[in-house]
């Protein structure tokens, strides 16, 4: 799997790859999250979120995409469609950002930190 840190307009978003032990706790994190009907991602400028992509895609694949950001979580399957989950604390936000600390910038990081750290409204 892929992550990316959402954050530029116009540049290469920062990414990493989760090793094979970081993808299977993330579809660990992502199963226990309660469901919910629909929400959005954030859409602003500076850091959105962390978005992961499944290198390989098939039938077994609980996803294709994941966007993390501002506590909920859109789910894209393979053809598509989309589901919700909430991300209360946004605790699975933060342990997306930790598993970047020895691939990415730890300026860029910090940014992304401060902005978990804000109450969103």
């Known amino acids: 799997m892929r992550a990316e840190l959402d ?6 978003n920062p990414t990493w790859r989760l090793s094979p032990i970081e993808a ?3 579809v660990h994190r992502l199963d226990t999250l309660p469901r919910i009907s629909g929400a959005a991602v954030r859409e602003a400028l500076g850091y959105r979120g962390v978005v992961v992509r499944a290198e390989t895609v098939d039938a077994s ?19 598509g469609q989309e589901k919700w989950r909430i991300d209360s604390g946004r605790l699975l936000e ?3 950002v930790d598993s970047a600390r020895p691939h990415i910038d730890a300026v860029l990081l910090d940014i992304a930190v401060a902005d978990i750290d804000i109450p969103l409204d």
Do not use: C, I, N
Request: proline letters at 3%.
């Open 24 to 26: 299977a706790e993330l």
């Open 94 to 96: 933060r342990w997306l």
């Open 61 to 79: 694949s609980l996803f294709a995409e994941l966007a993390v950001s501002g506590g909920v979580v859109r789910v894209k399957d393979r053809q």
């Open 7 to 12: 954050m530029y307009s116009g540049q290469p």
